[in-house]
């Protein structure tokens, strides 16, 4: 069995029409003025979630996201004929995490930038339990789509979150782990759901290649908003 405990949680669950405009007004007091103007929605709402997680040089950061910010794509197509010049820039942005480490001038030990549709949560479960540093941040998120949501290539809603991950079990809110050889009947969770079941603080369990992966709360923990 291979194991992480859960000591630290922050998430993102916007309202349904937030626009990027209005995650600016929110949430721009977190970032520099000179980093605000380049960011995304997801980037702000990444952002967020690591706002006063001291992330330090000696730790590691799992990145999840199935579709990569399709919406920077879709701002700088809509601003044709006129194409945007900041746009463009932001179209080939770095990634969510990206922009706020670069930032913020945030240093970390390894940056595990993960991006798919199938098993995506399980890959990136995977990859922090295995990491060698003691602390791992485990960071995913989505933003809103509008017409490449047509298409299957961007996400129907907008979230973000960050778990910390360490060896320690006193005072932990929760734990995941990988048993293997043990199947149960669940699918994999997609990255939204695991989200939201972080949020409602509510336990999973599905099968994975090899075995079962579990989370689950600790009793204190059980139920907290």
Known sequence: MIERFL?????ELPTADETLAAARL???AKFP???LRRMTHLGLLIGSVLDGAALGPDDALVYASTFAETCSLEDFLRSFPAASPLLFQSSIHPGGVQQVLIGRSQPIARLWPLAGRTRLIE????TA???TAARVALVGGEERGTWMLEHQLASTTSFAFAAWLTREPTGAAGRIYFVPGVRVAEACPTLEHFTLALAARRPLQWSGAG????????AAAGGAA
């Open 7 to 11: 000591h630290q949680l922050s998430i």
């Open 26 to 28: 929110r949430l721009g």
């Open 211 to 218: 075995g079962t992966w579990s989370l689950e709360w600790a």
């Open 123 to 126: 890959q990136a479960l995977l």
């Open 33 to 35: 003025r000179t980093a």
């Open 129 to 131: 339990l295995l990491e």
